[in-house]
T-cell receptor, first 114, second 113 residues
Framework: DTGVSQDPRHKITKRGQNVTFRCDPISEHNRLYWYRQTLGQGPEFLTYFQNEAQLEKSRLLSDRFSAERPKGSFSTLEIQRTEQGDSAMYLC????????????FGPGTRLLVL | AQSVTQLDSQVPVFEEAPVELRCNYSSSVSVYLFWYVQYPNQGLQLLLKYLSGSTLVKGINGFEAEFNKSQTSFHLRKPSVHISDTAEYFCAVQRTSGSRLTFGEGTQLTVNP
């Protein structure tokens, strides 16, 4: 396993711009999760997929946020019209099968909105 | 809904001393319990988990945790810490296998020489 990968690792953008992050889960992991972590806080759940189906969305996921997993493999998280409050670390995790309680995390994408 | 409280935001200790990081949780149903560690500018790494069975759980890097249902606690312990254990530690709960994790706010463990 190569682990969960995320791209980019860092993103600086201006307020009002759109950004998109990508997550590649561990191969054959059917569940994929997105979390957001602000400075000094624990991660907060945003959404998760089983294969291509989005099973749950947090109320944190405003209408400016959208996530997709079109072929049940990689996932993208898009933030439209970014705001300074969107500055955070965006973490992706994946899990699989009989051990699906265990989520394996990627290194995260750190977003700074100026 | 579930919630997690990590009772100490910062824990400074000297190298080779024992350490305990405290975690209490609240839930109306049975939950799975986890401890993750996060090194600077990295993602989270699983230390250990409690699903059922023995209440004493052993994890990686010499860490262990004890589940106490009556006190709704899941404290993390290590008998002798190293400088390399300096990191942020997160306690988390999960209602059902494969569902979302709910995290505490984290405890910064700093090991001093």
């Amino acid at each position: 396993d190569t682990g969960v990968s995320q791209d980019p690792r860092h993103k600086i953008t201006k307020r009002g711009q759109n950004v998109t992050f990508r997550c590649d889960p561990i191969s054959e992991h059917n569940r994929l999760y997105w979390y957001r972590q602000t400075l000094g806080q624990g991660p907060e759940f945003l959404t998760y997929f089983q294969n291509e189906a989005q099973l749950e969305k947090s109320r944190l996921l405003s209408d400016r946020f959208s996530a997709e997993r079109p072929k049940g493999s990689f996932s993208t998280l898009e933030i439209q019209r970014t705001e300074q409050g969107d500055s955070a670390m965006y973490l992706c995790a994946s899990s699989f099968g009989a051990n699906q309680e265990t989520q394996y995390f990627g290194p995260g994408t750190r977003l700074l909105v100026l | 809904a579930q919630s997690v409280t990590q009772l100490d935001s910062q824990v400074p200790v000297f190298e080779e001393a024992p350490v305990e990081l405290r975690c209490n949780y609240s839930s109306s149903v049975s939950v799975y319990l986890f401890w993750y560690v996060q090194y600077p500018n990295q993602g989270l790494q699983l230390l250990l988990k409690y699903l059922s069975g023995s209440t004493l759980v052993k994890g990686i890097n010499g860490f262990e945790a004890e589940f106490n249902k009556s006190q709704t606690s899941f404290h993390l312990r290590k008998p002798s810490v190293h400088i390399s254990d300096t990191a942020e530690y997160f306690c988390a709960v999960q209602r059902t296998s494969g569902s979302r994790l709910t995290f505490g706010e984290g405890t910064q463990l700093t090991v001093n020489p």
